[in-house]
Nanobody, 120 residues
């Protein structure tokens, strides 16, 4: 059974940093594209970033480009999202996902999410 478990969220001041982790099990992590998606309060889902299986290709939403860094440790079956220079508009629940569907907010598997709050 596929299992995705995010951690590392919390409260951070504007300009601060957090590092999210997603521990995975139940599938061949090193063979899968992985994604981060977020949902801000009272807003829809927003794709944040993706990484290919060996980590050689990544991409980011314009809203986070230059501030967030996605990475993975295939030996530990873990996905990461380093978030720097955070802004209040980064406040959201962040989800680790896999198996993209027709759009960049449709995925076959989701973690339960971790809350990130950027505030003074």
């Amino acid at each position: 059974q596929v299992h995705l478990a995010e951690s590392g969220g919390g409260l951070v001041q504007p300009g601060g940093s957090l590092r999210l982790s997603c521990a995975t099990s139940g599938f061949t992590f090193s063979s899968d594209f992985m994604y981060w998606v977020r949902q801000a309060p009272r807003k829809g889902l927003e794709w944040v970033s993706y990484i290919n299986p060996d980590g050689s290709s990544v991409d980011y939403a314009d809203s986070v480009k230059g501030r967030f860094t996605i990475s993975r440790d295939n030996a530990k079956n873990t996905l990461f999202l380093q978030m720097d220079s955070q802004k209040p508009e980064d406040t959201a629940v962040y989800f680790c996902t896999k198996d993209r569907g027709r759009t960049d907010t449709e995925y076959g598997w989701w973690g339960k999410g971790t809350q990130v709050t950027v505030s003074q």
